[in-house]
């Protein structure tokens, strides 16, 4: 207790010295707790964007649809839509399960031609499902409405808007090939390439109709609550599912592509969160070896009146620990601001973005922050501040008292 409060005093007694240090260690725990965050924000954005645009967190499938998807084997649908749907939507933990049907189609207005994935979706349960309706730039979503939704891209390069007829061409599920006319109701913009280039959406009755598949549907989309996890929703979804011929599967199985990028990238993110715990490392370890060095002629003067090694060195090492715990704090108070905002309000990443982005990063990037974080980047702050100062100590502890005092000016 008395080295620590020795130590205590020593800190206070030269203040320019340990403001310095505080202001290394706290910018230190500051720069790893928001690093980590950052990194973790990168994954937890791409697949979160994702899931909201796209695959929902669970889906149910015919397994016999998946093998021959390429084909689009529309005999391996889904019947029963709406009896399923509100069978899966009263399970505990699942917000919402909404139906869709996926297939190729051929849109065609004033001689131009584009061939397109079309998804038919429920436009009430679509708008609880994913951000659709939030995406859309030009005249409204489908509630209410039969036609279209395209995307802006898409539209430009048939030259159509908001109101314009287009011709609709797919193959039924007899494998006929069956064309209707449907108006444009909306131009949606998702600023995600594959999406606003290659999609159309289409009322799922309008759809149903069209491809004579009555109540059917490819498949259905699955949305939980949160703090739901994906594991004990898709045992609930599979559960519910027994005695059917129908199979649940996790969103990763609909995004592999997306997926395997993102874990591509992981390793450039490690050697960034090694970088940086290195220099922080690298910068605490040099200001108490520097420190140390710098107060010889103090230490030798210490020696010379008495003071055993032992009582040195538990000395500096007390002054260790007291600025490894103020640093700690105050590199807590830095980070809790920009914690707070980019995990709240997010950075506009939209003007940096190329157009080209192949996933769906969205406009805005939040950071994602766990409390663990704080101590994490803590712990390793307070640990290698008192390890920096073992060996220089022990170096001190040692000195020759004559030598020093004559050496060192």
């Known amino acids: 207790m008395y080295l620590m409060w020795l130590g205590y005093r020593n800190v206070l007694r030269n203040r320019r010295r340990s403001i310095l240090m505080l202001l290394g260690l706290s910018i230190g725990t500051a720069?790893?707790?928001?690093?980590?965050?950052?990194v973790r924000g990168?994954?937890?954005?791409?697949y979160r964007n994702i899931i909201d645009f796209d695959t929902g967190h669970i889906q149910v499938y015919h397994p016999d649809f998946l093998e021959e998807e390429v084909r689009t084997p529309l005999e391996y649908s889904i019947e029963d839509y709406r009896g399923w749907r509100a069978r899966l939507a009263s399970l505990p933990g699942v917000a919402v399960a909404a139906g869709r049907i996926e297939v190729p189609a051929r849109l065609s207005w004033r001689g131009r031609q584009v061939y397109v994935r079309l998804r038919g979706i429920d436009p009430p349960e679509e708008a609880r499902l994913?951000?659709?309706?939030?995406?859309?730039?030009e005249g409204a979503f489908l509630v209410g409405r039969s036609g279209l939704l395209l995307g802006k891209e898409l539209a430009d390069r048939l030259g159509v808007g908001v109101g314009d007829p287009i011709a609709v061409r797919v193959m039924d599920r007899y494998g006929v090939e069956n064309v209707d006319v449907f108006p444009v109701q909306g131009l949606f913009s998702f600023g995600y390439p594959v999406m606003d280039r290659n999609m159309a959406f289409m009322d799922l009755e309008s759809l149903q109709r069209l491809l004579d598949m009555g109540?059917?549907?490819?498949h259905?989309?699955?949305?939980?609550?949160?703090?739901?996890?994906?594991?004990?929703?898709?045992?609930?979804?599979?559960?519910?599912l027994e005695g059917s011929p129908y199979r649940a599967y996790r969103w990763e199985e609909f995004a592999k592509a997306l997926v395997a990028a993102v874990q591509a990238d992981s390793g450039s993110f490690v050697v960034f969160l090694a970088i940086l715990f290195i220099l922080t490392g690298?910068?605490?370890?040099?200001?108490?070896?520097?420190?140390v060095y710098?107060?010889?002629?103090?230490?030798a003067t210490l020696r010379a009146m008495g003071m055993?090694?032992?009582?040195?060195?538990?000395?500096?090492?007390?002054e260790a620990s007291v600025l490894a715990v103020g640093g700690t704090i105050l590199g807590w108070i830095l980070s809790a601001g920009a914690v707070w905002y980019l995990s709240t309000q997010g950075l506009d990443v939209s003007k940096y973005l190329p157009s080209d982005l192949p996933m769906p990063f969205g406009t805005r990037f939040y950071g994602d922050y766990r409390w663990y974080d704080f101590l994490i980047a803590g712990g390793f702050t307070s640990l290698l501040s008192w390890v920096a100062a073992v060996l220089p100590s022990r170096r001190a502890s040692r000195l020759v008292i004559a030598e020093a005092l004559r050496e060192v000016r």
Do not use: C, H, Q
């Not at 720069?31 to 950052?38: A, D, E, H, S, T």
């Not at 109540?215 to 490819?218: A, L």
């Not at 055993?308 to 007390?318: K, Q």
């Open 220 to 240: 259905l989309v699955i949305r939980l609550e949160p703090p739901l996890p994906v594991e004990k929703g898709l045992l609930l979804v599979s559960s519910a």
């Open 31 to 38: 720069l790893l707790i928001f690093g980590m965050g950052w």
């Open 294 to 299: 710098e107060r010889t002629r103090e230490f």
């Open 130 to 137: 994913t951000t659709i309706e939030g995406a859309v730039v």
């Open 282 to 291: 690298a910068n605490i370890l040099n200001s108490f070896s520097m420190s």
């Open 42 to 46: 990168y994954f937890t954005t791409v």
């Open 215 to 218: 109540d059917g549907v490819t």
């Open 308 to 318: 055993r090694r032992a009582t040195l060195r538990g000395m500096i090492l007390s």
